[in-house]
């Protein structure tokens, strides 16, 4: 691999990790995104969740400017991109998190619990993009 | 409301949603090549994690042996319980994962990136989790 892609990884998931070490350290918040989402929108409309997600939106509205290379498209049209969001929106919220909630949080936090649901979503993904890609050939 | 209530939050999201775009994690071809274990392979997703995992991780400890936060707030502290549920949201999520290379975190960034084309998916995200939100509370 690339050595510009590998720090860019590192750098970018230290970012990560200092957002969501910092703001539970401060606030004793866990910066699960999809709890938070789910929340913000169908739940308690607390501030903080908003303020985070307002935070996650600026990132990508000043990404251009601060000369980031951004990707112009999703790889998906809106039906798939559509399907895919209902059993991501299903699944977090019935386990309880997602990449973030469980792959960061959970594992800063030295949770069996979420080592389980990494371990799972991880192995489902790859057998689905394996299906997706290898056998049905669709995208 | 304290001006840090305001702050923390709010500059913590930005942190984060700017490390998913450093990492080129918005980049769903990074995600999918990640998953993709039979094809072109793409390691990034790993070091991302691992580099949000090692800086949170102190940060996580710190804070739990501390007990509270910065704010006086006490650490939010999910159930350790592995039960069918997570294991069930987990896999679930994993496929909707696996179809379109995007989980919650990217796609609020996406939002603030100014395409349309993930509309779809976020307004699914909240209608799965609206509908998990109606299944029966088992134990």
Not at chain 1, 70 to 98: D, I, K, S
Not at chain 2, 75 to 83: F, H, M, V
Not at chain 2, 100 to 115: F, M, T
Request: net charge positive; with cysteine.
């Amino acid at each position: 691999m690339d050595s510009q892609i590998l720090a860019a990884a590192l750098l970018g998931g230290a970012m990560i990790g200092l957002a969501a070490g910092g703001l539970y350290l401060t606030t004793g918040r866990i910066a699960g995104i999809s709890s938070l989402y789910g929340d913000a929108v169908l739940r308690r409309p607390q501030a903080w969740r908003w303020l985070f997600l307002a935070g996650l939106i600026l990132a990508g509205l000043l990404a251009r400017p601060l000369g980031l290379t951004v990707p112009e498209a999703l790889g998906h049209g809106p039906l798939w991109l559509a399907a895919a969001g209902l059993l991501v929106g299903f699944g977090t919220r019935l386990g309880n998190g997602c990449t973030s909630g469980h792959g960061v949080c959970g594992l800063a936090r030295l949770s069996w619990r979420s080592l389980t649901a990494v371990l799972v979503f991880m192995a489902t993904a790859g057998v689905t993009v394996y299906v997706v890609r290898h056998i049905l050939k669709a995208a | 409301m304290k001006i840090a209530d305001i702050v923390l939050p709010l500059g913590f999201g930005l942190l984060f949603g700017l490390g998913l775009i450093v990492s080129g994690m918005i980049d769903t071809a990074n995600v999918l090549g990640f998953l993709d274990i039979a094809g072109d392979w793409r390691p990034a997703l790993a070091l991302v994690m691992g580099g949000a995992v090692a800086v949170a991780l102190p940060l996580f400890q710190w804070t739990r042996r501390r007990g509270k936060a910065f704010n006086g707030a006490e650490p939010e502290s999910p159930p350790a319980r592995i039960d069918r549920r997570l294991i069930v949201g987990a896999g679930i999520f994993g496929i909707g994962w696996g179809l379109s290379g995007i989980c919650p975190g990217p796609g609020i960034v996406w939002l603030g990136l100014g395409i349309d084309q993930v509309w779809p998916f976020l307004v699914a995200v909240a209608a799965g989790a609206w509908l998990a939100d109606r299944l029966p509370q088992r134990r």
